[in-house]
């Protein structure tokens, strides 16, 4: 058998190894990639760049524990924290105190945004310093298909691809904090030197049949409804990344399918496809970092002191509570 049959035959087995998601999946990009050979599972249009929204804080987390600042440190929430052009209510209050470590845990549990961008002006240098460090970290990561404008996912500029989202989540397994936080249902946390409780906004997180180990969940309208996730299933671990589903039960809809394919139970109705592997596609203009994103998006129910719940939707200003997380 010659060199080029040899060839020939050896890309039709691969062919065969992965399929092509489609027909079968309610998101508009998915990508799932077993950690341990790199080989892409599933996919679903990976290439395009797409807005991600709260998917944004993973990268804010590490660019902040990159910094190694004092977890302790009493950082205060400012008007500046708040989303200029809707000005949403709810989540950390205006004027609280709070550790870093606590606007950490809030950031990535409760996907508060108030947290996020006070985190990031806490960052040596304030924002200015931030955004070279998001920089650095966005080419240090080879995302060539990424562009990050803020720190909470708000601008419907900050987008990346599914390609790029699973080097991102890679990337935040290797940061104990963050696998730690996203990993668990709920967390408590300290504002105004009282205990608060915050859940996750990812409620397969804990849910019969998932083991999590890693999770973050985003909306705005303009990317929909985002999940990047890393889990273990069916004795692998995998990253999953789901971009632009219509509503949180469509989102949650395609990871157990994807849960239930990958554990034999199921066999999604897929094309075949070449077998994928990671690469960059395009290099983004950076541009300036701009004022706070312009789309509201949902955090997750925070519980007071009082017992009560804070509502969802008050830190979005009004945008429908996610019953699935955001």
Known sequence: ???????????????????????????????????STDEVLLSKDVNTAAPIASLTKLMTAMVVLDAQQDPNELLRID??????????????????????????????LASDNRAAS???????????????????KIHALGLYGTQIEEPTGLSPNNVSTAQDLVRVLRAAARYPAITQIT????RTVLVNGRRWSVRNT????????????????????????????RAEV?????????????APSLRTRDAIAIRR?????????????????????????????PALGSTAQ?????????????????????????AGGR
Request: hydrophobic share 45%; charged share 15%.
């Open 1 to 35: 058998m010659t060199p080029r049959i040899v060839l020939f035959a050896c890309g039709l087995l691969l062919a065969c190894s992965t399929v092509r998601a489609d027909d079968a999946f309610n998101s508009t990009h998915v990508l799932v990639v077993d950690d």
């Open 79 to 108: 008007p500046a924290d708040t989303d200029p052009i809707r000005h949403g209510h709810g989540g950390v209050p205006i004027g609280a105190l709070a550790p870093r470590g606590s606007l950490l845990d809030l950031a990535l």
């Open 118 to 136: 006070a985190l990031a002006r806490h960052h040596p240098g304030g924002l200015e310093g931030f955004a070279a460090a998001m920089q650095r």
């Open 183 to 186: 990993s668990q249902r709920s």
């Open 202 to 229: 990812n409620r397969l997180v804990g849910a019969p049949g998932w083991h999590v180990l890693l999770s973050k969940t985003g909306f705005t309208n303009e990317a929909g409804r985002v999940l990047g996730m």
């Open 234 to 246: 069916a004795g692998r671990t995998v990253t999953i990344v789901l971009m632009g589903a219509a």
């Open 261 to 289: 394919w990958l554990a034999g139970d199921t066999a999604p109705a897929a094309t075949p496809a070449r077998r994928a592997r990671l690469r960059a596609v395009y290099r983004p203009v950076p541009r300036p970092w």
């Open 298 to 322: 949902t955090a997750a129910p925070i519980v007071v002191p009082s017992g009560q719940t804070m509502p969802a939707d008050q830190a979005a200003g009004g945008v429908e509570p996610d």
